[in-house]
């Protein structure tokens, strides 16, 4: 800690520097002119604030406004229908919610969840938490994927020909086609998990000759896993990783915890090492070693940042150390010398504890990577080869290539389709389309005219999963279910129901998956015990016997030819990375406004993707230097990114530049996933506005043509996602891209330099001195009674009386990883708008929790990444309360600080006066509720305007009041939750439950969706709570944020502890 | 000003008449067979004639054996498989309608139930509620406020009369002590009395402008015309089915919920034939026959028919919604009747007198707010409470009057964020 108080804290570049921008952030909350807008505005001749409002505007608006107010009053009260249900399902109350189990299905992931069904419409999704993988634990994409079923733009009926149909005609011309030619039919599909669609499609392919069933995932990560650990281990699967039994883990640009296979199972796994006991603290460790930031790099307890040429290097070198080889004739710097030697010697230390996992760009390295972990005797400690994960069972690229050769020449008569788009998502899909062309027949399931579907001749949509009956193997062994919760809202129809119609039975999908299990399970009663649990496991306790190794065979082979391959890349030039982006899944959800709303974990940026380039190179290239504080002004306060162009392999691109500390200085990163249906127009040259108009048609609007796609640039032929000789230069051309990280400042005159908002220490400060934190507090409150007496005397308000229950939240750093899960809950929670790109740009986001991103340290190139989630601290001495001129902000007996949106005239006091800056205001009508729809379209984006369509709005919760324009608002707790918590106790005459012996009446949002369980919440007043239990076994780590303010906030944060030697 | 007095306590002593008479009625729910009766025979059952089920006067002496009525009430089905004649006759003569079961009535219970049925007495027509019911006492305060409004005028005019004539022998007075005074002027062109008829103007206005303007969006007295003339009088009225037995979800969810089972009844009465004739708000006599034929049609249900009805060719009824809140208010119905034990009557009025129903209060924040001032919980009752150490310590040593409860207030219920989220 004695180091800790050196320490710089900032969240941008302007902080960093103490810009002017921030200087003016810092006085003015809410500045009267943007300053990026202020200067456009001169440019046009004219300041933003000096557009003439003349005497006429002002008459119109009178006059309009003196009309349309007589028109409003002479409407008279509408007159409602009451209906009540004709034929009562048993035991159904309307508007009480129920939940159903089911299991989400995206990209080759599948979730174990629970649908919140409310009057027949699924309205939120929960973690189920009888899944012994999930534990209860969701990421954004699962929970944003309930919006995917309201999805305006499925298709809502089957197409022959690109015409409607119905399912017999395109049924008889599929048939018809395929008993004329039954033979070569391809059925390539997404990975399947499914042991009755996988026993279906085994009797598909016996019934037509020489037809084959194709996986092809848009994420190819397990391809190369699979086949490797084939080749090693003879085992053709993915083990299961033990991130819990872990003492040191080794990732070399694996982003486990983000997007890495199962990262939700990880994430929960690796927090269990995380979570300190204070009288005993110890923990795991964390090292990183890679080149473009990720979460995983951002929570490493050591982050090693370096080429990608040094990070081969370095992995050989660390496998010759273990080894105990010379690693002089690979590594020759002598700083990077040290970090191998460092790195082997906390693997070597903790032999059987230790784990090193490497991400996709390491295909070739897995063997390495095998090798190393048989050093560690990792295999049957922190690898447990005795399960199996069910996902991403990709065909390798070579056999891919087999299939379009073969569709060339003819020898695929049919094609189906199944949650796949390879058009979209190919390297060479122009290739694909033309034998594709090839093809007689090609009939496509999936549930969007996507780039692969429209080429199709038969579209049959499938059900969204909520909609569907159905089974998933998660690992082995371990069965998840589906069931529909509500009617299917299109006319579509599930896959494994046309799939029997190919087969022509007659039995419905739903009989046959129940008559599979009924009979596996033994009896009907038990399928429907089993179905409403969601969840069937054989647990096998005890590992495989440790498995037979020919790692280190398979490596001698091909080391030599590996070095030359490595001697051979100019890490002088510039290359390209492709990663995933958290909360942008490849293909399934790419629609999805709530995902694309939500800030990127590492970059804060919304709705787009973009080059990501380290500050050294931003400085070489386009002459940024971010550490002089003008330069850093200009990039940072206007968000109109400088764009570069991009040259690689003959093709050549361009897209906007953000700068961002923890990328090696020769690579640029970008996402994938992006650009559906068309490229932004940031690429004018490769999409025309005709393209991205019948894109946004085809894919909804606002969310096609979003970003750039980077799929096709990739010529080369092998799965790893990185592009050598790349040569950029700046291009005379901006481009919006709307961060949300300059938008919240503590630093405020009010309240002085920001201190201590987030509190960290590393493990070997914490051991020697635990009670740092504790005895600065006690310090700080001395003046006002110490600790115990503080609330009480030192203000001259009367406390307030919590009589029975005191809400209060607790966030442990530690375990938050920073996933965005949370956000994305509380969006679907509390009905939270979507504002669009051009409103986040201009600082109006809505979301009520935010995972604020601080950086540490001086080097901006490799800097430390913190984590916390900002919400309403529910202040006991609110500074919002006192401010509010009508009362529309005041304090519950419960200990809530209530926001009454009906009662808010919009002055934006309690904003300003907020010193968390957790208030949100709704600048514009986005929800639609008091506007008419043409007043809008000029004001709000094409996706706010499509959120407040019929089938979108079926997603909001009715328990939550839809707010309009000129309200503030901000997190309540879950308001509704907390309600509907204490009046189930009161039905049933028993105290509220918050914890005590795992019984839960209210989980809020956030919490309920944390993967780690970083965020525990429940009644203070109540000693057995889970609460009251978390605060008292960590007296030394519980911090608040601002406490000097004598804000009193109900929400507690543990101090995050790093496993290193400093901090920084 | 006596006018906005009145208009302010009327609600007032409304509600705390009627939070005594919800007290009362709750303290004799126990072991009160008219109570019992009401929930759980009513609905099938009248004393003096047949509905659905036969009519119960006499029954102890019907039965041979007293021990077999209390089987049969407990579980006819496992009854009527004893074989007992006297039961199985009962059951073909009722078209083999099954009957409810009430295993969990006590025998205790059943017998304090088959007390009232002896004890009961046909009530005379006279004997129609002691008090004055609220629309009567609302007429009333109509009346008198036009009286008052009538004798103000009349004083108002008086006193300008009068101050006219002063004025005029103030001038007399001194006209004759020579003083020299001017003309007095006449009231309209008086600034004194300009002055004050424009501020009383003002205040008016203001005070009827403010009262319209708060009423916007508030249906106090809303009575539209229903789709079927139900009448609430007949049913939770005179033949006292208890409001949960079409209501059925207003103990466990927000909405009590419209009833789609109205048919359980109406296969066996198919005509009314109630002493008491129904009239709507006009004032029209209902045919209350031709309204459960129309039911029929919705349901396309023929009298006489023994199949079940398909309810795929049935419509559902379109009731017009009366009592509605807006959006940013959330009511939960099993909140105030179950967890509260609130009588439905506090808010909905006496619905067992009206032939149609119309919204009793105007459900204003005010209403909910000055209820929820004096109402208490059932903070012994309720295990809920027992969080509330510190209240209930304070109960113990006297320093909260244990006789005044605690009330909905001091629990937080006054609170915004309670209602609106």
Redesign the interface.
Known sequence: MGKKKNVKYWQNFGEYTSSDASKVKENVEFPNSLLFEAEESAKEGKSFLEKPAPRRDFLKYVGYGTAAATIAASCK?P??????????PEDF????SYNYATTCLQDGQNISVVAKVRDGRPIKIEGNEECPITKGGTSATVQASVLDLYDGYRLRYPLAKGKEATFEEVDNAINGALNANPNNAVLLTSTINSPTTLELIEKFLAKYPNSRHITYDMDFEGATLIAENEACYGRKYIPAYRFDKAKVVLSVQCDFLGTWLNPIEYANLFATGRKIDEKNPQMNKLIHVGYLPSLTSSNADDNFVMKIKDTKYFLLAVYNVLKGLPIDNIIQDSKQKEIVLYVAKQLNDNKSKALVVAGLHYNKFRVLVNAINDLLDANGNTIDWSTSLNAYKTVGNQEFQALVDDMLAGKVSTMFFYNTNPVYSLRQSDAFVKALSKVNMKVSFNSKLDETSVLCDYQIPDHHYLESWGDVELKSNHFSFLQPTIYPLFKTRQFQDSLINLLGYNTPYADYLTEYWTRKLGSQDEWHKTIQKGIYYIDKPGYAPSVQSKAEQRLQEILLSWVDEIKKIDSNKFEIVLYKKIGVPLTYQSANPWLHELPDPITRATWDNYALMSPQMAKNELGIDISDRYQADRYETNPKKPVIQIDVDGQSFMLPVLILPGIASNVIGIAMGYGRGASSSVNSEVSTDSTIEIAKKRLGPGVAAIGFNIFPVLKNSNFDLWLQNVNIKPVDKKYKVALTQTHNSYKNIQYGDRVEVAKEMTLADFIEKPSEILEDREKEYKPYGGLERYTEDATMYHPY?N???KWGMNIDLNLCNGCGACVVACVAENNIVVVGKDEVARYHDMQWIRIDRYYSGEDTNNTKVLFEPMLCQQCDNAPCENVCPVG?T?H???G?N??????CIGTRYCANNCPYKVRRFNWADYNGADSFPDNQREVLSDVVMYMNTDLPRMVLNP????RSRGVMEKC?FC??RL?QG??D????????ETGKDGKWDVKVACQQACPTKAIVFG?V??KDSAITQVRKDNPYRTFKVLEQLHTLPNITYLAKVRNATDVV | MTKSFKVFHKPYLQLILLCFMLQHSISSMAQDGKALFIQNCASCHAIDRQLTGPALEGVLDRWPNKKNLYAWIHNNQAFLKTGDKYANDLYNKFNKTQMNLFPFLTDAEVGAILKYIGDYKAPSASADGGGVSPAQEEAEQRDMNIVYGVLALILAVLAIILMQVNANLKKLALDKEGIPAPEPLPFWKNNLYIGLVSVILFLMAGYFLSKAAMGLGRSKSYQPKQPIFFSHKVHAGINQISCQYCHVDVYQGGMASYPSQCMNCHLAINEYRGKEKIYDAEGNEVNGTNEIKKLYSYFNYTPGQTTPIDYSKATPIEWVRIHELPNFVRFSHAQHVNAGRIQCQICHGDITKMDEVKQFSDLSMGFCVNCHRTTQVQFKDNGFYSMYTKYHQELKNGVLDSTKGITVEQIGGTECGKCHY
């Open positions: 009260v007159v409602r229908k009451a209906i009540p249900l004709l034929d009562v109350v309307p508007g009480l009386d009589p029975g229950i529309a005041n519950s007996s419960e809530l209530q926001m009454t949106y009906n009662r328990d939550v009041t839809c309540t308001a509704q309600q204490k009046l106790a009161k039905k049933e005459s028993r105290p509220l009644n007043n109540d």
